[in-house]
């Protein structure tokens, strides 16, 4: 059945005025914002995670306010970052006392039982050590004698960022894309989610590498090196501080005794979170701005919107996987040569009054990506507060075609994944 066949008029039944409706999507009235969001997402975070969300929702909503009223976004170390700074500085000197101590006790035990303390704290510093991130080993890589048309576009998109491009390309099966940095010498890594990358127009693709290149040079003291291995190392601390679920009576004493500890850990956890929440808020306003010199703010905008529909990506992914599933492994290798058109196809699909729904529905939750950016409808409110300029990076259907091809490999190799393992099961 096409979109064109799906689409219905009624009235709405709370003030008459009428309804374009979808059989896909939530009926809902644009006049009155009847039935505009019917069902609340579930409570699937914890208080921890609801309260997160809520201070990104002030920050977001502060920061925005400043945009508006004439103020400028620029990459700042406030008094808050540099107490991350020094806390975090802290959590790794913890690590290297432990490490000091451990070598002092096996040094003066040296051949007796005085090595057991030393050894143990050995071992735990080496469980605590500050983690650099390494490549994924689960994701096809590029790199550039591979893929040189998308490096060469990424490139491009550096220089209009202001940094440069990326060594290494892991193309994933998340509706994602991340940054970040691995090995001593600090190797730049895209990780490009392709149930994302192939749902998004070329333009919008040009906005996303723009906001993900931003993000090293915005000052996100939060994705720093120190700092965020500082979070890895306490995430270590918690883990081994966790009370043992159904413990025995043993169990129960050794979860007295961490009782303290793990509420220190948490507590210095949480203080971090708070401190560099601010700055990595500003940091994601600022990448997007980057996007919007790159791709356009129509590009920028339209990327949001994708955003706002993710969900029904996910779940015709899920729905193609289930049914893959129900075939064997021959069905889930036979539907991978269409799995992204069909993608494509169905997000151009999505007619606008969903994309409006999803805009107010928004607003009233506060949606957001994850618990560290600004609610969604804040972002897109401060994109569009800019003043518009004109793309500085433009790509036409060949380029496109030759990126496709650079990727054909990894979109295989990702779609029988989904289809084999089910979306969102790694």
Known sequence: MSAATKETTQPCPQCGAEIRADGRFTVWCAACDWNVDPTRPEER??????????????????????VTAGGTLQARRDAPALLAYAIALAVHGMTLVLALAGVWFVV?????????????????????????NRLPDDAPLLRRAEAPELFALLDEVARVAGTRGVDVIAVGAELNASVTTYGVRGHRLL?????????????????????????????????GLVVATAFRSLTA???????????????????????????????????????????????????DRVATRAGSIEAAVGLMDRLLVVDSAAMTLRREANQ?????????????DGLWE?????????????YERQRRAGALRGHSVDATHPPTHLRRACLVSGAATPAAVVTDADRELRIAAELAGARGRVARQILRNGFGNG
């Open 45 to 66: 975070h914890g208080r921890l995670e609801r309260t997160r969300r809520a201070l990104a929702r002030r920050h977001g909503e502060k920061l925005l306010a400043e």
């Open 342 to 354: 069909r993608r494509a196809a169905h997000m151009a699909s999505i007619p606008e009054h969903e």
């Open 191 to 223: 990780t490009l989610g392709l149930p994302l990358w192939e749902i998004l127009t070329p333009q919008q693709r040009v906005a996303l590498l723009g906001h993900e290149l931003g993000h090293y040079g915005n000052g996100d003291t939060r994705h």
């Open 108 to 132: 003066r035990g040296w051949g007796g039982f005085g090595m057991v303390p030393g050894l143990f704290l050995l071992l735990l510093a080496w469980a605590l050590r500050p983690r650099l």
């Open 237 to 287: 601390w918690r883990y081994y501080f966790t009370p043992i679920a159904d413990p025995t009576p043993m169990q129960m004493v050794v979860n007295l005794v961490c009782f303290v500890p793990s509420l220190l850990v948490q507590g210095v956890l949480l203080l971090l979170d708070h401190l560099t929440l601010r700055t990595t808020q500003r940091a994601e306003y600022l990448a």
């Open 324 to 336: 893959a599933g129900l075939g064997g492994p021959r069905r889930a290798d036979d539907g991978t």
